[in-house]
């Protein structure tokens, strides 16, 4: 079976909520609270009505791509498994971040802290605010 060229996969259709769920579980066990708080809150800007459509698409490719096996760099490579699937999600959210309302933090603090023990949701909006890339 030929795997598909990474430009002809519309990632974006690969997405639902049922696979999201999944997926989210898996990497919460091998990539940690980082790549799970950004997931999480890109899912529920997704999800907001206050939301535009062409920013809800733009989140499903994202996730879808985070969703899909067939990615640059395999999910079972230790440590850069997920390098890339971040960096999908770190586009979408710096392009819908002003979308992260104090309402949507809370549903995903309060799902990262259901599934890890030590949650620290200053410590996690922090880190992904340091991977940003500056804006110029």
Do not use: H
């Amino acid at each position: 079976m030929k795997t598909p060229d990474i430009q002809d996969i519309e990632y974006r259709k690969s997405y639902t909520d049922k696979d999201f769920w999944k997926k989210v579980g898996k990497i919460a066990k091998k990539g940690g609270e980082k790549i799970v708080y950004l997931a999480l809150l890109l899912f529920y800007v997704m999800k907001s009505d206050e939301v535009e459509l062409k920013q809800k698409l733009m989140i499903a490719g994202a996730l879808g791509y985070m969703i899909l096996p067939v990615d640059l760099i395999p999910d079972f490579i230790p440590v850069a498994g997920y390098a890339d699937d971040f960096a999908a999600l770190m586009a979408a959210y710096s392009m819908t971040k002003a979308c992260v309302t104090p309402e949507i933090k809370a549903q995903a603090n309060a799902k990262c802290r259901e599934w890890f023990k030590d949650f620290d949701d200053a410590e996690a909006e922090a880190s992904i605010d340091r991977s940003e890339p500056d804006e110029q």
